[in-house]
């Protein structure tokens, strides 16, 4: 990459510099209100260097999907062949074309100081806003703070010229803010019931109880690998872990360590969403290396969640299966930037890497599309085709180990922008077509990809933040870590049978569960979750049934007939 970049760095003396007469507006559709938790700093001035990060048109990006249907449909002869990161990189990298034509543009501005990945489909470079400013014309950078952060964003809509905005997907850290997506803690609401036992909570015992994980279903493989990601001011501290392990890891052999962190662990106070991820991920995945990617946004200009899928692409040795409790509802979104980020969650599937996404905690969602006309609301990346989306659920009895029922807040639906993949077209008609009653048609788009595809307990959790132990934690963020660690343990098994890692799960998922459920499942067929507060829905979106539903997806894990069912090879029937 260096030799190439260098070579274009030579050419591009000889090259005019691109002065084009028509501009482009990249991203036109993205949402650039500021979001009621930032407010306005200031300008900020011309000098002030800031980072932007372009995302490459790739090549063959219908090949990368075809692929990845491949690698992970256990009926195809290509079933786990995933590829290296190298072998990736040769197929989607950005084309001679593509570079030369991004660097000779960025070089006409006086712009050096850029960095790549090893897939060659991302800049990122820094400049002093009078650059930006002029480089992404209309672009107007302004400083925000929430109080703890403070961001360099531009509400103002940028146009690049014609000829380069053909060889870029979107420009990274001029809109999107982070988002808000925080663990729900209910200590104030449920402080009020008095009942005995009810703080009884759910602990890592009480997981692996309910999901049939023995003292004996821990970790040994020595290449196995977990992981969860943490976006902005998200920290967790070693000493969480250790005393949470002491006071709820007893029954079973686990790691009080998190074994690698990538990113900064700046935080004095650690936050909840991250305790919460590591200690479960570590209680159902135990005794399984862990790491912790952590996205703190260093510079004001990044953007924690693209800066983590960046990451991907430039490191060739990565956990096997990633636990992450982000998103943002799909019409805040560009097209451009979420197709882009669908394109790397496949990246990442056919290197055979588990992608889970916390699938929301507003239940179906609600918009306002005019007044008095209102919408479901999706949520990306739970939308994406290519992720294995975790909803949630509650026991049916709060004082004991017993079924599941929905969690209300547990979100699911239908994308209103990725199309159904096949692999779940059956149960998703299947369900349509059980159900008596639905929510009027115009609340959502059945073409769509449905999502949860699983789901585990979200509710009233214990974990330690800060030395303290804290009850009634909950929230997707919970369920989301659990199902990662339960598959990371899968993955354990596979490996011990010189079987290729899971990777992208779904299409065997759903294939297991043609007839409905083999066992593999806990299936979770009562309750309905949140929607809008419309006399049209009353309070509600979907709710469970038998076999697959867009609130719990197939239910939560019953690991011995899981791990039966996924212990499956290239040519077996699963
Ligand atoms: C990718 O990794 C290389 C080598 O480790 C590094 O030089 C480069 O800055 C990284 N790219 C980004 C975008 O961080
Ligand atoms: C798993 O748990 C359920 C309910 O807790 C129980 O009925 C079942 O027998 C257990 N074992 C297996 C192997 O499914
Ligand atoms: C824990 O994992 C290590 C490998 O990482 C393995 O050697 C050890 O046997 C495992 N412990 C148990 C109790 O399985
Ligand atoms: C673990 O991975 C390394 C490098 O990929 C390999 O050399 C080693 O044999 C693997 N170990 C096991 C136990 O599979
Ligand atoms: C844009 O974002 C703001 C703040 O998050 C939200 O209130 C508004 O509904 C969004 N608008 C659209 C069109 O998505
Ligand atoms: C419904 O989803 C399809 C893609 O699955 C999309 O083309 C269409 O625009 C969506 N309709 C609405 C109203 O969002
Ligand atoms: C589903 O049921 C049909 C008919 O009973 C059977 O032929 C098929 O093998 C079953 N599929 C799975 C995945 O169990």
């Known amino acids: 990459m260096t030799t190439r970049r260098c070579l274009f760095l030579v050419l591009c003396i000889f090259c005019a510099p691109i002065s084009s007469a028509r501009g482009v507006f990249l991203e036109a559709d993205q949402n650039v209100t500021v979001p009621i ?58 084309s001679e074309e593509t570079l030369k034509t991004v660097w000779t543009w960025l070089r006409s501005y006086g712009v050096q ?11 990122k470079c820094f400049m002093p806003v009078s650059t930006a400013e002029k480089l992404l014309a209309g672009s107007k950078f302004n400083r925000y703070t929430n109080g703890h952060h ?39 609401k449920t402080s009020r019931h008095t009942e005995a036992g009810f703080h009884l909570g759910v602990t890592p015992a009480v997981v ?23 976006f902005l001011e998200q920290y967790f501290h070693q000493m969480d872990l250790t005393e949470f392990m002491q006071l709820f890891g007893r029954s079973f052999v686990h790691h009080t360590k998190v074994d690698k962190v990538i990113g900064s662990q700046g935080g004095i106070k650690a936050g909840l969403e991250a305790s919460l991820d590591v200690e479960y991920i570590m209680s159902t995945g135990a005794n399984i290396t862990t790491w912790v990617f952590s996205n703190g946004g260093r510079h004001e200009s990044q953007e924690p969640f693209l800066e983590w899928m960046m990451l991907l692409s430039n490191m060739s040795s990565i956990p096997w299966v990633h636990s992450i409790s982000y998103g943002d509802d799909e019409d805040s979104l560009s097209m451009a930037y979420m197709e882009r980020i669908n394109i790397e969650l496949m990246k990442a599937g056919v290197r055979g890497l588990s992608i889970l996404f916390a699938s929301g905690d507003d239940g179906a969602g609600c918009r306002e599309v005019r007044r008095g006309i209102n919408t479901f609301r999706p949520s990306f990346p739970a939308s994406s085709p290519y992720v294995t989306t975790v909803g949630g659920t509650s026991f049916k009895n709060p004082f004991q180990i017993t079924a599941e029922v929905t969690d209300y807040i547990s979100g699911g639906g239908f994308s209103n922008v990725f199309r159904m993949p096949d692999y779940q077209a059956a149960a998703v008609k299947s369900y349509l077509k ?16 449905a999502y949860p595809d699983v789901a585990a307990l979200s509710d009233n959790y214990w974990i330690v933040s800060n030395l303290i132990p804290i009850p009634w934690i909950s929230g997707t963020s919970a369920s989301t870590p659990v199902f990662s660690g339960v598959l990371a343990l899968i993955n354990d098994h596979r490996f011990q049978k010189g079987l290729p890692a899971l990777g992208f799960v779904n299409p065997l998922l759903y294939s297991l569960q043609e007839n409905g459920t083999s066992g593999a499942f806990f299936d979770v067929t009562t309750g309905c979750h949140l929607g809008c507060l419309d006399e049209k829905t009353e309070g509600q979106g979907f709710c469970a049934s038998l076999s697959w539903d867009p609130v719990t997806g197939w239910g939560t894990p019953n690991y011995p007939e899981l791990l039966k069912a996924l212990l499956v090879g290239n040519g077996d029937d699963p």
């Open 150 to 188: 403070t961001l360099i964003r531009s509400l103002v809509k940028y146009e690049i010229p014609e000829e380069v905005a053909e060889h870029i997907d979107f420009v990274g850290g001029v809109h999107r803010f982070p988002s808000k997506m925080t663990v729900i803690s209910k200590a104030w």
């Open 434 to 449: 059980r159900m008596k009653s639905l929510p009027p048609a115009s609340y959502y788009n059945v073409s769509g990809r």
């Open 113 to 123: 100081s850029c960095s790549t990945v090893q897939t060659s489909d991302f800049l």
């Open 208 to 230: 692996r109880k309910r999901y049939n994980l023995t003292a004996s279903d821990v970790g040994s493989h020595a290449n196995n690998s977990q992981a969860v990601a943490q």
């Open 37 to 94: 938790e930032w407010i306005y700093v200031g300008r900020v001035s011309a000098s002030d260097q800031i980072l932007l990060t372009f995302a490459l048109k790739q090549q063959n990006t219908n090949k990368l999907k075809e692929l990845l249907e491949r690698v992970s449909n256990p009926h195809s002869p290509q079933y786990g062949k995933y590829l290296t990161l190298d072998q990736l990189s040769s197929l989607i990298q950005s």
